[in-house]
């Protein structure tokens, strides 16, 4: 039986994902902070309330699972960077709301990585992935969202340096965008429903191989420009 282990596994793309690997028989490890959210899903899911910035949280659940081979490790949990509207926008920058954008989409990932690489790299599949985003990219920049789009070319960058250290274990590192998507951070007026995005994301990540590591693609597994 294959494993996952999904971040922020109890709201949007993560709940999706959650859902989309129990229906294939996998065995569901869905972290969250507050796992309430998973109630009711049919399958092999196994709960763990996990806050990804409490790293002594994150090496508690490591060794806790060290038994595990996680085939998927999906660092989906991330933060818009809103809090106190504007903070993006320049001349109102808010240091504060700068450094907890970064600490959940920048070091969270990067932390979660190197605790659980083991156990990725004992697994059949050995795939690490990292939920990104189009605008992390410096190619196809048209400004604003500063905060949320320097901790995604930060994210990018961690992600290609793993694919370099870890290609000799044979784990795949991917940075996936899943696109523009209708959720609480991505808003109504986005082109793409999770039914859309999470399931082309799923039949990426399983299609991925051993020349995909390194790569920086989207939800339909076309590359992005870095």
Known sequence: MSTVLIT?????????????????????LAC???PDGLKGIKGDIHHHALEVTDYKGVKALA?????????????????GG?????????????PSAWRHTFEVNTFAPLMMAEAFVEHVARSKQRKLIAITSILGSLANNNGGRYAYRASKTALNME??????????KGVICVALHPGWVQTDMGGPTATLTID????SMVKVIEGLKPSDNGRYISYDGSGLPW
């Open 8 to 28: 922020g596994a109890a709201r949007g793309l993560g709940l999706d994902f959650t859902k989309q690997y129990a229906a294939k028989g996998w065995r569901v």
């Open 63 to 79: 060794k806790e699972l060290s038994a595990e081979a996680i085939d998927v490790l999906i660092c989906n949990a991330g933060v």
């Open 159 to 168: 992600w290609s340096c793993l694919a370099k250290d870890l290609e000799g």
């Open 196 to 199: 859309q995005s999470v399931p």
């Open 82 to 94: 809103e809090a106190g509207r504007g903070t993006q926008t320049l001349g109102s920058f808010d």
């Open 32 to 34: 969250a902070r507050k």
